[in-house]
């Protein structure tokens, strides 16, 4: 027999199912319903349903079929007008035999108070999540049992003792068979220590433009919740709320792929579970987030690697600790790692709880295709996810709303997240300081040194110009006139093209004689060399005149004639000194 697709809505009065049945003989189906009770058959498919409220055939039923599309749709009357029938998305619930939802475990503790079945449990009970547990306290435990339990509700072990090999990069513990929690925990804290980076985390403190962006991302579930609230303000039935959210065909296909199971929790097995969920939920919040909806390579490893229960099978004594563990771990492994989308992650899960089971489940469903994608993280829907697919349907939204007000009234601070945060961003902004001071200073300098310059430039304008008529009274005079107007002649010269080539001339001839005509600060009124020096340099002279003549060619790029008559009275000197 063949599970045909279906689809369950309704209003007051009436409950209708759609039930789609391409190539069946529907000149032969068959149709029961009584109570919480429904069958149909039409060779080859056959449906059974567990409804969650009563329906009553009192001749107002209807049924049709619509040949084109394959589907019968039946109309069936409530035994209570006006009933509304909570939970008619979870599927796999519908699909459940009346007799799961009931029946006693086979095996169960004489005694043992504190176990309960999820679906017997008291509504009424209290559900305090800030009570301070201390499972971790408790030695003995690890003593008399050294295996390591894991998956939903710690269900699971020994599932790695033999996949360790091939599942090593789905999970970030060794050996975690023979690990007792509180080491998972400490081996845990020293990794996210060991990889977190400062330089990364301040460069995204900083420059947070693409964090602000992501920011403004709004997911689905945004415009939902703001939908529920204006719905709320308008009505007082908060089950109602959950028509806001609707299932894809692929996502009713889901539902019906998994198997219906029970669940036997204890209390503190059922707390863990959903701490657990919150943590899961906070992941796949930052990667929706982050990504903007979309799904690339990087999905599965994103929400296993935020997810301390994914990654390292870690337990939970108060959403506190959840809290913390998934701040420290987005500043320490994706690629965006800012407190802010810390905080926002804990908004949109807060949404997500109190929109109700159905927006959770749609989002482990979500979380469930990412993984089975992903070739080495489809593990973890075996050890988790589909466990929660299931056991979401009959979760009770008044826990769920529980949970969700717990999530809203839990602060969380960069100092409790132990990583120095406080510290590095004061630091970094104190050397922010000190950097812009100091450009503001060589700011200043500079601002000072292109004066100073233009001032020198003035002066050497106005010396160059008077060089010309130097040259020519210098030409007229006697040749022993080494003394009155020379001087100013060779203080013309003076100029960074002469000092440099005479510099050079100095340094490879090593004559004294040179750097006693050349030397720039000559006073006026002192002779530049006596006639021996004079008559024993004279060659040097004469070379040092031709390559002056060069260099003065060569170097000055204005006021050329002026130079050049500059350079003829200088040579004629020279050449008068031998």
């Given amino acids: 027999m063949l599970t045909p697709a279906f689809d369950l809505s309704q209003d007051p009065d009436f409950l209708t199912i759609a039930i789609r049945v391409p190539h069946a003989r529907v ?28 329906i009553v055939e009192n001749g107002s039923e209807q049924g049709s079929y619509d040949a084109d599309k394959g589907i019968f749709t039946i109309q069936l009357p409530k035994e209570t007008p006006g009933q509304h029938f909570e939970g008619l ?56 049992n050294p295996k390591g339990y894991y998956g939903f509700g710690g269900l699971r072990s020994g599932v790695f003792q033999r996949l360790q090999d091939e599942f090593s990069d789905v999970i970030d513990i060794k050996d975690p068979d023979f690990t007792p929690a509180a080491e998972r925990r400490q081996k845990r804290l020293a990794a996210e220590l060991a990889k977190f980076d400062p330089d990364h985390y301040l460069a995204d403190f900083f420059e947070d433009e693409a964090v602000e962006q992501v920011l403004k991302y709004n997911p689905w579930w945004t415009n939902t919740y703001s939908e529920m609230m204006a719905f709320l303000g308008k009505s007082q039935e908060q089950e109602n709320h959950a028509v806001l959210v609707s299932f894809s065909e692929e996502e009713k296909y ?10 036997l929790l204890d ?41 301390a229960t994914l990654c390292w099978f870690e337990t939970w004594t108060n959403v506190h600790e959840v809290l913390v563990s998934f701040g420290r771990r987005v500043l320490c492994y994706p690629l965006y790692r800012h407190f802010k ?33 992903s070739d080495p993280a489809y593990i973890l829907n075996d050890l988790y996810i589909s466990d929660y697919c299931v056991w979401i349907q009959k979760a009770k939204s008044k826990k769920l709303a529980a949970l969700a007000e717990a999530l809203k009234e839990v602060s969380l601070t960069k100092a409790q997240l132990g990583l120095e945060l406080e510290e590095l961003e004061t630091a970094a902004l ?56 020379e001087p100013e002649g060779v203080g013309s010269l003076q100029d960074p093209f002469l000092s440099e080539s005479s510099t050079l001339l100095v340094d490879g001839g090593g004559a004294r004689g040179a750097s006693a005509v050349l030397r720039p600060d000559v006073h006026q009124r002192e002779p530049l060399a006596s006639p021996q020096a004079v008559g024993g340099a004279g060659p040097l002279i004469e070379e040092l005149g031709e390559q002056l003549q060069t260099a003065v060619q060569l170097c000055e790029p204005e006021g050329a004639a002026a130079s050049r008559r500059v350079q003829a009275g200088t040579a004629g000197r020279l050449q008068r000194a031998l």
């Fill in 27 to 54: 000149s032969e189906f068959d149709v029961y319903f009584q109570g919480a009770d429904f069958k149909f058959y039409a060779k080859p498919y056959f449906l059974r349903l567990t409804l969650p409220g009563r």
């Fill in 341 to 373: 989308l810390v905080m926002e992650a804990c908004r949109d899960t807060r949404k997500i709880l109190q929109l109700g089971k159905s927006a959770v489940l749609k989002c482990l469903l979500d979380i469930h295709r990412i993984f089975q994608e």
């Fill in 267 to 307: 209390k503190r097995a059922h707390r863990q579970v959903h701490y657990s969920l919150v943590d899961i939920l906070l992941a796949y919040c930052y990667e929706t987030r982050v990504n903007e909806g979309e799904k690339n390579v990087e999905s599965a490893w994103n929400i296993r690697k935020l997810s």
């Fill in 254 to 263: 889901q539902l019906r792929k998994f198997v219906h199971k029970s669940y």
């Fill in 430 to 485: 104190l050397v922010q300081e000190e950097e812009a001071t100091a450009k503001a200073s060589l700011s200043a300098s500079g601002q000072r040194t292109p004066s100073s310059s233009s001032e020198a430039g003035d002066s050497e304008g106005s010396d160059s110009s008077t060089a010309p008529e130097t040259a020519d009274s210098d030409s007229d005079s006697e040749p022993e006139g080494l003394t009155g107007g």
């Fill in 89 to 144: 998305n979870m599927l796999t619930a519908l699909l459940a035999p009346r007799k799961s939802r009931t029946a006693k475990p086979l095996v169960e503790e004489i005694g043992a108070s504190e176990v309960s079945e999820e679906g017997v449990e008291d509504d009424d009970e209290e559900f305090d999540w800030e009570i301070e547990q201390s499972p971790y306290e408790e030695v003995s435990e690890s003593a008399l």
